[in-house]
T-cell receptor, first 115, second 111 residues
Framework: AQKITQTQPGMFVQEKEAVTLDCTYD???????LFWYKQPSSGEMIFLIY??????QNATEGRYSLNFQKARKSANLVISASQLGDSAMYFC????????????FGDGTTLTVKP | DAEITQSPRHKITETGRQVTLACHQT?????MFWYRQDLGHGLRLIHY???????NKGEVSDGYSVSRSNTEDLPLTLESAASSQTSVYFC??????????FGSGTQLSVL
């Protein structure tokens, strides 16, 4: 069975600095996808970024990038130039491509951006 | 615009009562999912469906049931509510292995 581990329950970053949120995963399946979602204090879940296991390049979406290290089974989220609005809970999730969309989530990391 | 809506947003019920949480999506997605979110546990999968009349158990399915009579709806029923089922419930839908589209969540309190 697949497993996602987020080892940082809480993180602090100064406004305008970059921050890395850690995510490691465990699966023996060679075909999978990795996702990051943001949950602000209002509660909704917002998709941020996706990385496929066969993608050669690290995914980027605006200020978000995914540092994908396949051999180490890590998929860390990097947020550049942090903004106050980035304060939220962040979840890493994985889909096995054989499981048609069924996602496994980590326990999340709470990010606080300081002014 | 397509969307996924959950109702109610908040629900308080008593132990032993049957409760149904609604989920309706207009994305025309085949895949629909119910998750619960508890402090320290992230999101855990309760039930899911890959299409009409298809339902499957997730990792925390005990005490819950779902039915899929059409593409748009996947209601979640708590047969006999327990205090351990106090949680925030999220419905989500997706196309194949793509990202999840989430509803706004239902805060359920079982007293």
């Amino acid at each position: 069975a697949q497993k996602i581990t987020q080892t940082q329950p809480g993180m602090f970053v100064q406004e305008k600095e970059a921050v890395t949120l850690d995510c490691t995963y465990d699966t023996s399946d060679p075909s999978y996808g990795l996702f990051w979602y943001k949950q602000p204090s209002s509660g909704e879940m917002i998709f941020l970024i996706y990385q496929g296991s066969y993608d050669q390049q690290n995914a980027t979406e605006g200020r978000y990038s995914l540092n994908f290290q396949k051999a180490r089974k890590s998929a860390n989220l990097v947020i550049s130039a942090s903004q106050l609005g980035d304060s939220a809970m962040y979840f890493c999730a994985m889909i096995l491509n054989t499981n048609a969309g069924k996602s496994t989530f980590g326990d999340g990391t709470t990010l606080t951006v300081k002014p | 615009d397509a969307e996924i809506t959950q109702s109610p947003r908040h629900k308080i019920t008593e132990t032993g009562r049957q409760v149904t949480l609604a989920c309706h999506q207009t994305w025309n997605h085949n895949n629909m999912f119910w998750y619960r979110q508890d402090l320290g546990h992230g999101l855990r999968l309760i039930h899911y469906s890959y299409g009409v009349h298809d339902t499957n158990k997730g990792e925390v399915s005990d005490g819950y049931s779902v039915s899929r009579s059409n593409t748009e709806d996947l209601p979640l029923t708590l047969e006999s509510a327990a205090s351990s089922q106090t949680s925030v419930y999220f419905c989500a839908s997706s196309e194949s292995n793509e990202k999840l589209f989430f509803g706004s969540g239902t805060q359920l309190s079982v007293l």
